[in-house]
């Protein structure tokens, strides 16, 4: 989720958690009331805090992941964007997600008939239903199919055209998540999915990274099959800059379209997704435009 070069804490007792961005000469701090737990799993070092705030904390190998106060604005904009935006979901795919807040979030879709969410850290999933169990509320839907196992891997052998959307909620592209930010993981991707299918992935920092990992996103996304691409932005306070994306790419279709009458009338509770919401993510700033060579 968030990109970071550092970070310090005060293991215990009052101090702050500070995720230090050196690259741009910034830093983010959470008042902490006290560590709660560290756990290594078999591959990387997850910190739990108690903040004064902002609720629980989750930090994976330094980098801010989720805290209870706004991780709704994440989860939801990779979630009900891309469910509005096709025609009719009935089976979705999450790649990472391990803290189950999108898997929730996907759910409360009464069309979606199955989700297959798949981690390949199970520490991550624990520590949520320890610690964010509002999150992981609907882990125990039928429609919910929760693995532990490498996502790009399972892909990769999905039977052809058998999803309609793919969303992948991961970490970084560094270390585990590396493999999801790749042309070859893209085209398992759209291989994998319906005509008129969607794949969604979480593209960090607008401000830090329009030049770089967002631009490779959708010249990526194209090379592998997509027929149009859309990054929409929102903002999120505890990552890098204040300010985050998701990239959404179509199989067919184009991505800036939504289903508006259903979304304006949604049959659950949202608290930050809404069809203006949606509508207001289509615009671009202008520094964008140049950045992904987008004409007027």
Known sequence: MSTSDQSTAFPQGQGWFTEVFDSEGSAFSLKVKEKLESVQSEFQTIDMYDTET???LMVIDGCT????RENFVYHEMMSHVA???HKDPKHVAIIGGGDCGTLREVLKHPGVEKVTQIDIDEMVTRMAEKYFPELCESNADPRADIRFDDGIKWVKDCAPE??????IDSTDPVGPAEGLFAVD???DCFKALREGGI???QSESPLYHSNTIIKDIHVDMATAGATSSHTFQFPQVIYPSGWWSCTLACKGGDATDF?????VNKEFR???YNADIHAGGIAIPEFMKRSLGIED
């Open 270 to 272: 949202t608290e930050y």
């Open 185 to 187: 993981f893209y085209r």
């Open 54 to 56: 902002y609720g629980k």
């Open 162 to 167: 058998s999803l309609d959307i793919i969303i």
């Open 65 to 68: 992941m989720v805290s209870t």
């Open 83 to 85: 469910l509005f935006a």
């Open 199 to 201: 794949v969604v992935q």
């Open 259 to 263: 289903r508006i009458d259903d979304a």
